[in-house]
């Protein structure tokens, strides 16, 4: 017996529970570094996430887990993210900075807001619940556009499932902000913690300090069999548990078993993800480049939907003097982007950093780098919910323990994966 508990994947959700189980447990992740999505990447002291990650939770206990876990490598900073609208600068969330744009195109969206003739629910689709929540003017002005950009399809062909991350602003709120009076959105990320140093690896490695302490984790270790045993389930005809949790991607997991239902292969096939680029570009001027922390950018024609500003998060994130601008785009392979050598892709970003503002024609680019992701978001299409179901029937009756956002696919933070895995971990510990 290898362990008492097999964990297949080393991201924030193998490691996190690796860490909270008092049984004896062993981590088998494919890379040679572990974190997942939670790893940082970077050169010549540029550093970047891969996609924006930040500490934040409504969940009090897993905040404070995740700050006590990192111990003196915190910081608490305080969000400033914006919109690039139509060249104008518009606090995030939209709804709340609704007084920096023109009076008429302010006007209409508070009307529409007030004044909400949209189809009451039951709605079927994302853009049913956004026209019927926030509004014609806010939805064809912002979120319509910027989510056909996330997500690369049309809302109308999203379900509403993932919504609850898309919070429902009070009236007031939207008429303050309408009148140019300041208001907060999503407060619960307003202030937020991330690592002094190294990024937001940091956090896994932390995790991984303390699963080395006291299990077990091997890296280079790729999943390529699991078969069931006298005594639980053997991988790769080498390791032996009695109990087993996956934080795999769902597809690649369901191939290394044998014997599947059809109608289960199907229904996992049929799942959508995005892949994700992130373009790292260092720039050898920091001042204005570290006051903002992230801007979202819905025009269609701009190659990338955010871009984040490193420093921001961290001064430490790039060399004294410079600053990072880490950008990311959603990618599907025959899009164009998804294609593009990194030296076209960097090219590309850089035109339109420029193009719109966000960099001078005059600065220098003194290091890029390309990240790409193939397993990013998971897309709540039609249908998701019954082949989501599907599926975990499956490795339930299996007895096979799924956490992560690609185990169970779900579009969910870092707090929600370690609040499963603290909660499935005094599961597995009682059983």
Not at 138 to 158: A, F, G, H, S, V
Not at 224 to 248: F, I, K, P, Q
Not at 309 to 332: D, K, R, V, W
Request: aromatic fraction near 10%.
């Amino acid at each position: 017996m290898s362990a008492d508990v097999g964990i297949l994947g080393g991201g924030i959700s193998g490691l996190s529970l690796a860490a909270f189980l008092r049984r004896q447990a062993e981590v088998l992740e494919a890379s040679e570094r572990p974190g997942g999505l939670a790893r940082t990447f970077g050169r010549g002291g540029f550093l970047s996430d891969i996609g924006g990650h930040i500490m934040f939770s409504k969940d009090q206990e897993v905040l404070d887990l995740m700050v006590r876990t990192l111990g003196d490598n915190v910081e608490r900073r305080r969000r400033n993210n914006k919109i690039l609208y139509q060249g104008i600068y518009v606090k995030y969330p939209f709804e709340n900075g609704l007084g920096a744009l023109p009076k008429e195109i302010a006007y209409e969206c508070l009307i529409t807001f007030l004044q909400n003739d949209a189809k009451p629910p039951p709605h079927q689709n994302f853009q049913d619940w956004m026209y019927y929540t926030l509004g014609r003017g806010i939805t064809e002005r912002y979120l319509i556009p910027y989510n056909r950009k996330i997500w690369k399809r049309d809302p109308t062909e999203m379900g509403i499932e993932w919504v609850e991350r898309v919070p429902r602003p009070p009236v007031a709120d939207v008429v303050k902000s309408a009148l140019g009076i300041e208001t907060e959105g999503y407060t619960h990320q307003l202030y937020f913690f991330y690592p002094r140093a190294g990024g937001i690896e940091s956090l896994p490695r932390a995790f991984a300090e303390k699963v080395r302490a006291r299990q077990r984790l091997v890296t280079n270790f790729r999943v390529e069999r699991v078969r069931r045993s006298a005594h639980g389930w053997v991988v790769n005809d080498e390791r032996e548990y009695r109990c087993l949790v996956t934080t795999m991607p769902i597809l690649p997991f369901l191939h290394t078993l044998a014997d599947v239902p059809a109608e289960v292969m199907d229904a996992a096939r049929a799942l959508h993800y995005n892949s994700l680029r992130v373009v790292l570009l260092g720039v050898a001027r920091r001042e204005g480049l570290d006051e903002m922390t992230a801007v979202y950018v819905p025009d269609p024609s701009v190659v990338f939907h955010r871009v984040c500003y490193s420093c921001a998060f961290s001064p430490q994130m790039a060399p004294a003097g410079a600053a990072g601008l880490a950008c990311e785009i959603t990618t599907n392979p025959g899009d164009g982007v998804y294609e593009l050598a990194d030296d076209a892709l960097v090219e590309r970003v850089h035109a339109d950093l420029v193009r719109i503002g966000l960099l001078r024609a005059d600065d220098a680019v003194v290091e890029s780098v390309v990240h790409k992701e193939r397993f990013a978001y998971v897309v709540y299409d039609l249908g998701y919910a019954q082949r989501v179901k599907i599926i975990s029937d499956y490795l339930s009756s299996l007895g096979i323990y799924a956490a992560g956002r690609f185990a169970e696919y779900k579009y969910v933070n870092m707090d929600a994966c370690i609040r499963r895995t603290l909660d499935l971990a005094g599961e597995l510990d009682h059983a």
